[in-house]
């Protein structure tokens, strides 16, 4: 059992009586990279900023190593932040900017010159220690409020959006390098973000937040395969999510239920009552596409799809490259998005605009949920 | 053609501006006491300004007065901006517009209003009523030059000292003073002019024992115009140019 670092119990946050942040419960492990997904506004910034000590708590409670931080200023914190914009000291050289944490706590100017140089070293700024931050590029001011909020080995490291300003390229290697530098480091990292791919690439587990409230906490596999609602569904990459009815239960985990108005079995650890409304969610990658005549003509085919078979038509191909999304309108009227990787065999797609076609999934792979009205 | 037209335009301006400057000077080194017409160059003026001991004192007055009130004006106003700027208090908002109302009353109602409130508690008329009546016109006009600096650079960076273990004390020195120095500077050159050509506080609100230099020139020039008080002009412009370039050259060397 790892080492609790941060723990929130039922905080909520109000900005002149208005709510920001409400029930927030959650515990972050030593080592742990955590990401705060979600959209903007929806508060994850002030979570941040409360465990940074910048904002208080109207209630609940916040601790980090066990203590609590109630009226604990950003300054006494084992907390330290990587700014959305950097913030970096504009009248002060990259050495100054990295060294301030240090020459705050009034350490000898030889332990300062060390720290500062391996702390460039490591970001890779080796050489630009006389430079101002006007004078770097984006990626490399990056690299210096990291080098600087890491001087002081804090704890925690929270990190507000901090590739949001950085171009695509530029913003996939600083992942990476961010990630290998958490590791290597042990430290604790706390990402805020709302790009749903870069929670996944970085962190360990993802807290998605909506409104000012968690709407789900775990690994990126859990959040993306299991989503407990609909909002979490549909923030997390695409999804079809279709509607139906509970008809009957047959055993522990299998309902017999009519979706888009075709008869299937559904697989789900949920409990449904015969008669009650329900979402099936269905990644665009797990769905089952077969040409009508192809199922028709094969056993094996027909055996895949016996436990659900959604007729329908298919409108439109997308090229991506590597793979392609068909446009499937279901007999019902109804748009389902699939995504199909390219037969290692032929090179050409297997499907064409007006093709009559079946859909379907691979048993347990879709997720059944409660109808949100 | 059009070059010379631009090149008129500008000169007209200048000449607008400087001509009056330009005539001060030339009439201090006329060598006449009350003729217009030209009579020749002579520094005699310029030595009879130095000996005239009243003058002098009161342009040292002056420039004592001057010097204090814009440090002390600074200090306050360069605090109040940063309050202003960094906490959220009751009467914050009513503090922020306070300074707006001084800098738009007519000087003659703060003079007043402060001679009334002197001879209320009571205060002699004098030097130390001078500083406080100059204070007073200077603070928000510091107040507001520093604080609309602040506006300028990130909140962030604050928050970014603090994080880093910076104390409330450390952040102003090490942060907020360094990025505001420019406004700060600016603030107390502000000051200092304000209270070297006041006249209508200086007026009301000094004693007899100590004279400050506009006060004498006006009571001087009610006789007429007098050829030292011209060479005192040039000596004060020549003064301010010098100030204005030290200025400059201190904000260069800062960036």
Same mark, same amino acid.
């Given at each position: 059992m790892k080492k609790t670092v941060v723990e929130l119990i039922e905080v909520a946050k109000d900005f002149d009586g208005q709510r920001a942040l409400a029930d927030i419960s959650l515990t972050v492990t030593d080592g742990e990279f955590l990401s705060l997904l979600g959209p903007s506004g929806c508060g994850k910034t002030t979570l941040l900023r409360l465990i940074g000590g910048f904002e208080h708590c109207t209630s609940g409670l916040l601790r980090i190593d066990g203590q609590d931080m109630d009226r604990i200023p950003p300054e006494k914190r084992a907390v330290n932040t990587v700014f959305?914009?950097?913030? $970096? /000291? &504009?009248?002060?050289?990259?050495? =100054?900017?990295?060294? /301030?944490?240090?020459?705050?706590?009034?350490?000898?100017?030889? %332990?300062?010159?060390?720290?500062?140089?391996?702390?460039? =070293?490591?970001?890779? $700024?080796?050489?630009? %220690?006389?430079?101002? &931050?006007a004078a770097l590029s984006g990626g490399q001011q990056q690299r210096v409020a990291i080098a600087r909020a890491l001087i002081n080995k804090p704890r925690v490291l929270l990190l507000d959006e901090p590739l949001s300003a950085l171009d695509h390229r530029l913003r996939k290697q600083m992942q990476k390098e961010l990630k290998q530098l958490q590791r290597a480091l042990g430290i604790t990292f706390i990402l805020v973000t709302h790009d749903q791919d870069e929670a996944f690439a970085?962190? =360990?587990?993802?807290?998605?937040?909506?409104?000012?409230?968690i709407e789900q906490i775990g690994t990126p596999m859990e959040i993306y395969e299991n989503p407990v609602n609909l909002f979490v569904a549909r923030f997390v990459g695409d999804i079809n999510i279709l509607d139906g009815v509970v008809v009957s239960r047959s055993g522990a985990d299998t309902y017999h239920a009519l979706v888009e108005g !075709?008869? !299937?079995?559904?697989?789900?650890?949920?409990? /449904?009552?015969?008669?009650?409304q329900l979402h099936v969610l269905l990644r665009p990658e797990d769905v089952r596409l077969e040409q009508e005549r192809d199922i028709a003509e094969s056993r094996s085919l027909s055996a895949k799809f016996a436990q659900a078979r959604l007729p329908g038509t298919v409108q439109r191909i997308f090229y991506h490259g590597a793979t392609y999304d068909v446009e499937v309108m279901l007999d019902n009227g109804n748009q389902v998005q699939v995504t199909e990787f390219f037969d290692e065999d032929s090179a050409n797609l297997s499907f064409r &605009?007006? =093709?009559?076609?079946?859909l379907g999934w691979l048993q347990g792979w879709e997720v059944v949920l409660p109808h949100e009205g | 053609m059009s070059r010379w037209l631009k090149g008129g335009y500008a000169a007209s301006i200048f000449l607008f501006l400087y001509l009056p400057l330009v005539v001060v000077a030339v009439f201090s080194f006329n060598d006449s006491r009350f003729s217009l017409a030209w009579h020749g160059f002579t520094l005699d003026w310029y030595v009879r300004l130095w000996h005239n001991? +009243?003058?002098?004192? @009161? @342009?040292?007055?002056s420039l004592i007065i001057a010097a204090s009130a814009a440090t002390l004006a600074t200090f306050l106003g360069t605090i109040a901006a940063f309050v202003l700027h960094q906490y959220r208090f009751? +009467?914050?908002?009513?503090?922020f517009g306070t300074f707006f109302v001084m800098m738009m009353s007519p000087d003659i109602v703060i003079a007043i209003s402060l001679l009334l409130l002197f001879l209320a508690l009571p205060l002699n008329l004098g030097f130390h009523t001078?500083?406080? @009546?100059?204070?007073?016109?200077?603070v928000p006009f510091v107040a507001i030059t520093v604080f609309s600096r602040f506006h300028r650079f990130q909140h962030d960076v604050i928050d970014a000292a603090r994080d880093l273990g910076a104390s409330e004390y450390q952040v102003f020195r090490h942060i907020v003073l360094p990025l505001a120095a420019p406004a700060v500077a600016a603030g107390w050159l502000l000051s200092f002019t304000l209270s070297l050509d006041d006249v209508i506080i200086s007026f009301f609100n000094t004693g007899p024992g100590f004279?400050?230099?506009?006060?004498r020139i006006y009571s001087m020039v009610r006789l007429g115009i007098r050829p030292d008080v011209n060479a005192l002009c040039v000596a004060m412009i020549v003064f301010t140019i010098i100030a204005l370039i030290l200025t400059k050259i201190l904000l260069k060397e800062k960036k």
């Open positions: 959305q914009n950097y913030a $970096l /000291f &504009p009248h002060m050289t990259v050495y =100054d900017n990295v060294a /301030f944490g240090l020459r705050m706590a009034k350490r000898s100017s030889r %332990e300062i010159r060390l720290a500062v140089t391996q702390a460039l =070293d490591m970001v890779q $700024l080796s050489g630009l %220690e006389q430079r101002r &931050p970085m962190s =360990d587990r993802v807290v998605v937040m909506q409104a000012g409230r !075709v008869a !299937v079995t559904l697989h789900s650890r949920r409990d /449904f009552l015969p008669g009650q &605009p007006g =093709d009559q076609v079946a | 001991t +009243g003058l002098m004192t @009161a @342009a040292v007055n009751a +009467g914050r908002r009513l503090l001078l500083l406080l @009546a100059h204070i007073v016109l200077c004279e400050v230099l506009p006060l």
